[in-house]
């Protein structure tokens, strides 16, 4: 049986490093806007939660404010590696990291990071007692994309089904930070 990837006549594999690696992450992110945030436990399983990214830093860093009190903080304390995953459409921005959590309370970044909808979880306002910074520094990952966006996917997609060959218009690789 033939792969897909046998099947498609384009290179649809690259591997991103450095630079170019950031610029995907603060790509795809920007479309999704949140992620799993995913913790590991001590048993092996990973508890999963929907979280907002609050930014992505030049080096590639994302930020999260979260509560002291929450399972999320006492699971980084005791395991700081994390995973997180995006969509950021239905057929593409797909991304996946690796990473490694730190909290702090650096109060002038959680100021730089606050809006006016998180007072929902900070009743207190940005001066909230139990907020905390999480900063995410990425290790690695893998991303799944279209090269020239969903329209042109779709067509090419439509196109390959009407002439019986795969013209697939996705790209996907190692994110290497």
């Not at 630079?19 to 995907?24: L, M, N, P, T, Y």
């Not at 900070?122 to 905390?132: A, E, K, L, W």
């Amino acid at each position: 049986m033939d792969s897909i990837n046998k099947n498609q006549p384009e290179d649809n594999y690259e591997t991103l490093s450095a630079e170019q690696a950031i610029d995907k992450i603060k790509e795809i992110v920007d479309k999704a806007k949140t992620c799993f945030f995913c913790t590991l436990l001590d048993d092996g399983d990973m508890n999963s939660r929907p979280m907002s990214v609050q930014q992505v830093d030049d080096e590639g860093n994302l930020w999260f404010l979260s509560a002291e009190d929450s399972h999320k903080n006492m699971e980084v304390t005791l395991e700081p590696k994390v995973k997180l995953y995006f969509q950021g459409s239905t057929h593409s921005d797909f991304l996946e990291l690796d990473g490694v959590a730190n909290i702090s309370r650096d109060r002038e970044k959680i100021k730089e990071l606050w809006e006016f909808v998180i007072k929902t979880w900070f009743t207190q306002g940005v001066n909230d007692p139990r907020i905390t910074v999480i900063k995410v520094r990425p290790m690695g990952g893998y991303y799944w994309d279209t090269k020239h966006g969903n329209a042109i996917a779709g067509i090419k997609m439509v196109f390959g089904a009407l002439i019986g060959k795969t013209l697939d218009d996705s790209i996907e690789g190692k994110l290497n930070i």
